[in-house]
C-alpha cells in the first residue's frame, strides 16, 4: 500500500513560482518510479515529468525549461519546482507512483511511465 499526500498548492501571478511536494509511504518496491499529473477543468489529466528510478527525468513539452522533478528519497518526499507560471498551468496537480517494470534483458527495473498509485491533489491557479 502506497500513500502519496501532496502540498504547496496555491494562487499566483503569471510569471511566479511553486513549490509542490508529495510525502511518500509505503512499500518503497511500490514507487520505484514517480511522477507529476495535471488536470485541467474539463480537461483529461496529463502527465508533465517522471522521475525514474536511476534518476533519469523526462518532462511533457508544456513545462520543459519551467519545471523540475526532483525527489529526496532520504525524506521520501517528490518535488515540482514550477517557474515562470502561465495561466495555461492552472489545473489540480497530482503525485503518482508506480513499481516499474523488470526487465530480463537487462535484470534492472525500469520506468515506463505506468504509476498504480495517486494522490488527491494539489490546486495551483495562475491569474494574469
Known amino acids: 500500500q502506497v500513500q502519496l499526500v501532496e502540498s504547496g498548492g496555491g494562487s499566483v501571478q503569471s510569471g511566479g513560482s511553486l513549490r509542490l511536494s508529495c510525502a511518500a509511504s509505503?512499500?518503497?518496491?511500490?514507487?520505484?518510479?514517480m511522477g507529476w499529473f495535471r488536470q485541467a477543468p474539463g480537461k483529461e489529466r496529463v502527465a508533465i515529468a517522471h522521475i525514474d528510478n536511476d534518476g533519469s527525468t523526462r518532462y511533457a513539452d508544456s513545462v520543459k525549461g519551467r519545471f523540475t522533478i526532483s525527489q529526496d528519497a532520504a525524506k521520501n518526499a517528490l518535488y515540482l519546482q514550477m517557474n515562470s507560471l502561465k495561466i495555461e498551468d492552472t489545473a489540480m496537480y497530482y503525485c503518482?507512483?508506480?513499481?516499474?517494470?523488470?526487465?530480463?534483458?537487462?535484470?534492472?527495473?525500469?520506468?515506463?511511465?505506468?504509476?498504480?498509485?495517486w494522490g488527491q491533489g494539489t490546486q495551483v491557479t495562475v491569474s494574469s
Open positions: 503518482a507512483a508506480g513499481p516499474g517494470r523488470y526487465s530480463l534483458s537487462r535484470y534492472a527495473y525500469y520506468c515506463a511511465g505506468e504509476y498504480t498509485n
Open positions: 509505503g512499500y518503497v518496491a511500490s514507487r520505484r518510479c
